[in-house]
């Protein structure tokens, strides 16, 4: 499970270090895409092949689908890591996620998220407050009891 949060800088080339407790679990070869929020998205190769086998089922005569397709997937690149444990992000990504210089990584379970430092401080100021109000709106009528 990808969890936890970490300061790395991205270099003048793109390249970005991801910490060694992250590399373990990831494997060699990882796919970055645009993701929501103005982040990146990381998955491993099995996630990614999951989460291709759920897309492959939108239908393409829905425009939103089309539209997500386009989005999600005109990005994404498969990349591994060198020797250093860095990962080359391309410019369209760079520029999507506005990463300059220190970039937060996030571990969200299945995924990590890669963060401009001032775009995560932003969202984690503005969501602080709310997370009460999020938490009871999402699990107190569908969490699980361990029943």
Sequence with gaps: MLIGEYHHNIDEKGRLT???KFREELG??????????ECLFLYTKTEWD???SKLEKLPFTKKDARSFMRFFLS???????DKQGRINITSP????AN????????GVGDRLEIW?????NNFYTENQKEMSDICEDLFDSNWDNGD
């Design 18 to 20: 991801l910490p060694a």
């Design 75 to 81: 990005g994404a690149t498969a990349t591994v890591f």
């Design 116 to 120: 401009d430092l001032d775009k995560w």
């Design 99 to 106: 990463l300059d210089h220190e970039c937060v990584i996030v």
């Design 50 to 52: 999951k989460i291709m």
């Design 93 to 96: 990504l760079i520029s999507y």
């Design 28 to 37: 060699e070869e990882v796919i970055v895409t645009r993701g929501l929020e």
